[in-house]
């Protein structure tokens, strides 16, 4: 049906928004099935959250776009890939501040092989 008035026009988009869940929102009801990565059965949310972290692995939704991801996921992703990642910030630095020690402890870099050399 399309809406003729502005009234109707209102009603039509309220019972739309109202029908749809927040961006960001995953239903996590988990279905049995076999990882295609390790090959264990998952039979539920914790499982699933255990088989992804133990492999490395992320839920393919978190990786779709604004109405089916994970938008906290999501979020700490970009953060981690832009290098704004508290925790990856402070490993750098930590990096950083131990070569300035060796340098000035002395290090020199190994010189650098031409492409002919062999190793």
Request: aromatic fraction near 6%; charged fraction near 35%.
């Amino acid at each position: 049906m399309v809406a003729k008035t502005k009234a109707e026009m209102s009603a039509n988009m309220r019972d739309i928004l109202t029908s749809r869940k927040a961006p960001g929102t995953i239903v996590r009801t988990v279905q049995q099935f076999q990882s295609p990565v390790d090959g264990s059965v998952i039979r539920n949310k914790a499982e699933l959250d255990a088989h992804n972290k133990r492999n490395d692995v992320i839920d393919v939704r978190e990786w779709g776009n604004d109405s089916f991801c994970d938008l906290d996921k999501k979020k700490e992703r970009e953060a981690f890939y832009a290098g704004t990642c508290p925790k990856e910030k402070k490993k750098r630095v930590a990096a950083i501040k131990d070569s300035i020690q060796k340098l000035e402890q002395g290090y020199t870099p190994p010189p650098l092989q031409k492409e002919g050399d062999m190793p």
